[in-house]
């Protein structure tokens, strides 16, 4: 099963600057990569995937994800947040043989004005 | 009730208690997952249903025991829990186990377990 690391366990931002989360997965020859959210009590939500094709992928809510195989990364992106985006962030990977997700321990982003 | 619920939300239970936590979805899928998730740990699967029929048993203790009586019904019986097992139990459907499709998985809020 693969392995996932996010790098920053909390990321503190202002409301519309840019933000940057990071999520690296132990190497393979072809993943399928997933970013998710949680808001405050609630559950996750998918925000985008890869599966296959152009490395960039775009979301929901205005994000937008790069996969860089050389570097097996995943990183996630918004070039401006609102407050709304306040929530935990998730990065899951998986084995194209293989349904199961393997998650990262998450990200916190807190969006202050 | 759109998507995926789980009752109770929250849930307070001593060591000897026996509780279980429901989870039911809408979306007519035919594969459900439940997972555990503690603070600053990453998701641990922990049961997988496809078609009523368990899957995966991520070699979770005994004290745990999954029913999944038909494809939109998920239950996970409680007894004898430890105070380690104080979790965020999260219930998660797809629409089936295999293929891609498995990998858009649809998340409940989930049940705020704490064992005392």
């Known amino acids: 099963a693969q392995s996932v690391t996010q790098l920053d366990s909390q990321v503190p931002v202002f409301e519309e600057a840019p933000v940057e989360l990071r999520c690296n997965y132990s190497?393979?020859?072809?993943?399928?990569l997933f970013w998710y959210v949680q808001y405050p009590n609630q559950g996750l939500q998918l925000l985008l995937k890869?599966?296959?094709?152009?490395?960039l992928v775009k979301g929901i809510n205005g994000f937008e994800a790069e996969f860089n195989k050389s570097q097996t990364s995943f990183h996630l992106r918004k070039p401006s947040v609102h407050i709304s985006d306040t929530a935990e962030y998730f990065c899951?990977?998986?084995?194209?043989?293989?349904?199961?997700?393997?998650f990262g321990a998450g990200t916190t982003v807190t969006v202050r004005a | 009730e759109t998507g995926v619920t789980q009752t109770p939300r929250h849930l307070v239970m001593g060591m000897t208690n026996k509780k279980s936590l429901k989870c039911e979805q809408h979306l007519g899928h035919n594969a459900m997952y439940w997972y555990k998730q503690s603070a600053k740990k990453p998701l641990e699967l922990m049961f997988v249903?496809?078609?009523?029929?368990?899957?995966e048993n991520n070699s979770v203790p005994s004290r745990f025991s999954p029913e999944c009586p038909n494809s939109s019904h998920l239950f996970l019986h409680l007894h004898t829990l430890q105070p380690e097992d104080s979790a965020l139990y999260l219930c998660?459907?797809?629409?089936?186990?295999?293929?891609?499709?498995?990998?858009?998985?649809?998340f409940g809020p989930g049940t705020r377990l704490t064992v005392t």
């Open positions: 890869y599966l296959s094709g152009s490395t």
């Open positions: 249903y496809n078609f009523k029929e368990q899957t």
């Open positions: 899951a990977v998986s084995d194209p043989d293989d349904y199961k997700l393997s």
């Open positions: 190497s393979s020859v072809s993943v399928y």
């Open positions: 998660a459907s797809s629409q089936d186990q295999y293929g891609d499709r498995s990998y858009e998985q649809y």
